[in-house]
């Protein structure tokens, strides 16, 4: 057999470059595990203060995987994370949950990952005749049906608690303010800076750029998931580097940096 | 004194909706007439217009979904009729969303009426021009993003020979001398969901065709950057957008009437906003350091 | 058999399997075989959810048809919805999407629920403002002076009245607020491309969840 | 005006203001109507979509040309087996579905993401901030410059916040409050167009207008009477 060696398809070449170093960091990192220091996020720290008050005032707790716009994307797997974790706490403190899935035609697989996931919490925290599946309802595959189930749920059910995350679009300024007038602690996430500045003046909490990514890894205190993290702001500072780098040669007259970014 | 401030620190949040309510309700159907300035990117669009030349092709793509329309309607209802006004103007209606074609024919049956001796689609007349002389409707071309750069490729081809309604359109293309995508003129997009940098990439970059744009509030970021890159012509944003075209068009419509609400909602949440601060220093501040 | 597919490692490979087929051909040309398995893999996502959401209406279904019989407060709500999800599906399955029954039913019911909800937003981004927008520190300053220079830009009055603020507002929106979202993009990027990497090496959490239940058993 | 047309209008207007009666505050016959209706109408929208896109996309490609199409053939039973998932002994079959799912969907997101997400993104803030024939974009993209960085530095989590670092953290968390207030009202000027759009809609023409009236009359003045004088019956109409 011949084995032929394809060229590189043009202008992606830096983009492999980066997603290799990227792979390698990270994998250094995870095998020395442990970092130094690790900022707190208030925002995902707040889930567990947020968990104490509903079994204070023994309410539910209400939580969003968001509606998975394009299927089980990063955002998706993120918030899926955040899930599981306040499901765990839920199944913990004998506290029922509630989980408004749909909202968008590529949703569907989410469903049922997440009944497959909260349902697997509850196991593991040995109260499986604790979940049930009616508190994990379908509401249709449209954003705003799904939203204004969603909103009728916080309406009758008054939870103390809830996080929405995951994708978030136009309708979570309406499901936050609906939420805080019902008297719920809202901690929330969207994927982009628009919906984030509304949601910012309505909840409580909300998750800005890659907290929400990254939440896996930083609840689950497991030391090896945290040292993943190191690798975002290593990559963040080589921008820096390659941004002050290009400035400098554009004002030079060359832009060789800009060329290497398109390549 | 302090009572007062009591009271606007917790005014409750449904007076502000009722005000809403009343407030956009009363203006829409007794508009008051406040000024508005037309902004240089309007104005570029209409003139772009104003200037067609007889026997030039415009190409109309509707990228509309049923949620954008109440915001989009101003603009194609100003700036199609406009378009139609100018003689000789030949127009191609086209959509790339699956719903598109009802809202095709929504803006046709608002600004048209049935042509002689006809009572449904798609022979409709518009400002005197009359379908398959003046116009056609090739309908929902699918694919999106790939719709649109297959048509600059291979215009003829992809368009085939019949138009939405299965009429033979051959005849009419050969007429008109379209024969690819460098025969279009003009494009103007009316976008809810970003074809106009489609239309940028795979027209406007090989051929230089010339594009308007008009989308809602949304998606206008995109259209702004490639606004000022020279990129579009011009570009009409939103209902304010379509206020001024309306005003300039003089196809006056509700756009224009909508522009008082527009102002006077604004000028409303600016209150509320001093409102809730004069609240927060006169009481709850002091309660708070008490 | 059973065991093997509820092992964790055989999940694992299957996505670390699918993601090959996924990034490989987007950064190298491959041959047709692999493009093929490519495409042939974002369709059957597709497929999958399209079967997934019969399992929603199935469990939907019960759940209200349990509320019905067991007479739960607000039953009769939950009558309507399936007596009308049912009618819709039986309808559109057998006469198709254009049959006026169902298109009676889409522009009744919920195409107008689309658009009312886009627009309920504005009484709600209102009272959020006015219960939020104090100025308690530095930064709700900065908050609050960012929303009023777009606003006097935005609206036809301000700008007539105060013909001076427009251009802060446009410079403020062009520049600064798209310098931020441009950040945002980048730090959520980055997170997203470590999150498929801890998903590769078996140690996202969302993955570890969905499978520890069997181990258990 | 036909009959038809005439319910269409009737009841649209009627979902409408059952969906804005949730503004009062108060959970009431009217939202929970027209919530259950329009969460049932959705439902059936969307299972009739995916029940098209099955038979028209699989089921017939399938069966016009097996020998072609059979990589779909295994696409079907994946898709089978997720229906396992309401079967209490074989429900981990659909594991497997739901591993590839998520393998494809991450993997395409962050696939394109490398470049329009990041290098892209560098490379657009790479600006000329030297030109001092033109002092106001040079200034203008100088401020870009500055912005992009200190709010990466806002984003800054395995280092500890010191020196240098620090202010640039602050100065990034006073830009980054700067920009949401600029986004929220543009945002907000973007949902007042739709929402002027939906009143035009129920004010205009006249009928519209006289059905809107009565019909969100009839609701305000309901909902206040029942939560004034008869909160129980109102407590009772609710689910």
């Known amino acids: 057999m011949v084995v032929r060696i394809y060229p590189f398809i043009q202008e992606r070449l830096s983009g492999l470059l980066l997603l290799i170093a990227m792979f390698i960091i990270t994998f250094y990192y995870m095998r020395r595990g442990r970092l130094p220091y690790i900022r707190r996020v208030p925002a995902l720290d707040a889930i ?47 506290l029922r949950l509630l989980v408004p899935l749909g909202g ?24 499986p005749e604790r979940f049930d599946i009616n508190d994990l309802p379908f509401l249709s595959g449209r954003q705003f049906a799904w939203a204004t189930g969603y909103v009728g749920m916080l309406m009758r059910e008054r939870p103390a608690l809830n996080v929405m995350v995951g994708l978030q679009w136009g309708s979570a300024m309406y499901i936050a303010e609906v939420s805080h007038e019902a008297g719920a602690f809202t ?77 | 004194m302090s009572s007062l401030f009591k009271v606007f620190a917790n005014i409750d949040r449904r007076v502000w909706h009722l005000l809403t309510f009343i407030l956009v309700g009363y203006t829409l159907l007794h508009p008051i007439g406040l000024p508005l300035k037309v902004s240089p990117e309007v104005k570029k669009a209409y003139e772009v217009i104003e200037n067609l030349k007889p026997g030039d092709v415009v190409l109309i793509n509707f990228d509309i979904a049923a949620f954008g329309w109440d915001e989009i309607k101003g603009s194609c209802l100003s700036m199609i009729p406009h378009i139609f006004s100018k003689e000789g103007v030949k127009v191609i209606f086209l959509t790339v969303q699956d719903q598109g074609y009802i809202f095709i024919e929504r803006t046709i049956s608002q600004i048209g009426k049935p042509m002689p001796g006809y009572d449904k689609f798609p022979w409709y007349e518009i400002q005197g021009k009359k379908y398959l002389q ?69 027209w406007y970059v090989p051929f230089k065709t010339k594009i308007l744009n008009a989308m809602i509030g949304v998606s206008a970021p995109g259209s702004i950057v490639n606004y000022n890159a020279g990129m579009l012509e011009g570009i009409v944003i939103s209902i304010r957008g379509a206020a001024e075209y309306q005003y300039l068009s003089k196809y006056y419509g509700m756009a224009l009437v909508s522009m008082d609400a527009f102002s006077i909602i604004q000028f409303m949440l600016l209150i509320a906003i001093l409102i809730g601060n004069i609240g927060y220093y006169g009481w709850e501040r002091r309660k708070e350091k008490r | 058999m059973s065991s093997l597919i509820k092992s964790r490692e055989f999940l694992l490979a299957i996505i670390i399997a ?11 040309e491959s041959p047709k075989p692999i493009v093929d398995i ?94 939020s927008f104090k100025v308690r520190d530095l930064e709700s300053l900065l908050l609050l002076l960012g929303a009023f220079f777009v606003l006097m830009q935005q609206a036809p009055l301000g700008e007539y009245l105060f013909p001076y603020f427009g251009p802060i507002g446009s410079w403020l929106v062009n520049n600064l607020a798209m310098a931020a979202s441009r950040v945002f993009t980048i730090s959520a990027t980055l997170g997203g491309i470590v999150l498929a990497i801890r998903l590769l090496a078996g140690k996202e959490m969302a993955m570890i969840g969905l499978i520890a239940r069997r181990e258990k058993d | 005006m036909d009959i038809g047309s005439f319910f ?3 009841l649209s207007t009627a979902v409408t203001f059952g969906l804005f009666s949730i503004l009062t505050g108060v959970d009431n016959p009217f939202f929970a109507w027209a919530e259950n209706t329009y969460v049932g109408g959705a439902v059936g929208m969307t299972i009739v979509v995916s029940f098209t896109w099955i038979v028209s996309n699989l089921i017939q490609k399938i069966l016009s040309n097996p020998y072609v199409n059979w990589p779909l053939i295994i696409s079907l039973i994946l898709g089978l087996m997720m229906l396992l998932r309401v079967h209490p002994k074989y429900s981990y079959l659909a594991r497997i579905p739901i ?17 329009s997400g990041l290098l892209y993104q560098i490379r657009a803030t790479i600006l000329p901030i030297f030109d001092w024939r033109k002092p106001e974009t040079a200034f203008t993209n100088l401020m870009i410059v500055v912005f992009v960085v200190t709010i990466m530095t806002f984003f800054v989590y395995t280092t500890e916040l010191k020196g240098p670092l620090k202010i640039s953290h602050r100065i990034g968390r006073l830009v980054l409050f700067a920009s949401f207030g600029a986004l929220f009202a543009q945002t907000y000027m973007g949902r007042l167009g739709l929402f002027l759009g939906a009143m035009e809609t129920l004010l205009i023409p006249e009928t519209n207008f006289r059905i809107s009236i009565t019909v969100a009359l009839i609701m305000l003045i309901t909902i206040i009477v029942l939560k004034r004088y008869y909160p129980e019956t109102l407590n009772k109409l609710v689910p």
Request: glycine share 8%; proline share 2%; with cysteine.
């Open chain 3, 18 to 28: 699918v993601s090959f087929f996924i990034y490989f051909p987007y950064f190298v």
């Open chain 4, 99 to 115: 591993s590839i799912a998520t393998g494809v969907g991450v993997a395409v997101s962050t696939r394109a993401a490398i470049f």
């Open chain 1, 187 to 263: 901690i929330s996430g969207s994927t982009y800076l628009s919906n984030i500045a509304c949601l910012a003046v309505s909840s409580e909490y909300v998750t800005i750029g890659e907290e929400m990514v990254a939440a896996g890894a930083y609840l689950s205190r497991d030391p090896v998931q945290l040292a993943s993290i190191r690798t975002q702001d290593i990559i963040k500072a080589l921008m820096i580097a390659i941004l002050i780098l290009g400035i400098i040669a554009l004002g030079l007259g060359s832009d060789i940096v800009k060329l290497i970014l398109s390549t």
């Open chain 3, 38 to 131: 490519e495409s042939w893999l974002v369709t059957t996502t597709v497929v999958i959810a399209s079967f997934a959401v019969m399992v929603s209406l199935y469990t939907m279904t019960r759940r209200e048809v349990m509320r019905i019989t067991k007479r739960v407060k607000g039953w009769p709500y939950s009558l309507l919805m399936m007596i009308l999800a049912w009618f819709m599906i039986v309808v559109g399955v057998s006469l198709g999407k254009d049959a006026t029954p169902f298109r009676f039913c889409a522009d009744a019911f919920v195409l107008p629920g689309d658009s009312t909800i886009y627009a309920i937003l504005v009484f709600y981004l209102t009272s959020a403002a006015a219960r």
């Open chain 1, 48 to 94: 567990e203060e947020g968990i104490g008050r509903a079994t204070e005032m023994g309410r539910p707790v209400i939580a969003s995987p968001g509606i998975a716009v394009s299927g089980i994307d990063y955002w998706t797997v993120g918030a899926l994370g955040i899930l599981a974790h306040v499901a765990r706490l839920c199944a913990r403190n004998g």
């Open chain 2, 134 to 202: 003046d116009y056609i409707n090739i309908g929902f071309i699918p694919g999106f993003d790939k719709a649109i750069a297959a048509l600059a490729q291979d215009f003829r081809g992809v368009v085939g020979g019949k138009d939405w309604y299965g009429n033979s359109i051959e005849e009419w293309l050969d007429k008109n001398g379209i024969k690819s995508a460098k025969d279009i003129d003009l494009i103007v997009t009316f976008d809810c969901a970003g074809a106009q940098s489609y239309f940028v990439s795979y």
């Open chain 4, 8 to 10: 269409v209008i009737l």
């Open chain 1, 104 to 127: 968008s035609e590529q949703s569907y697989t989410l469903v049922e990952v997440a009944r497959d996931l909260v349902e697997s919490q509850y196991r593991l925290e040995g109260v």
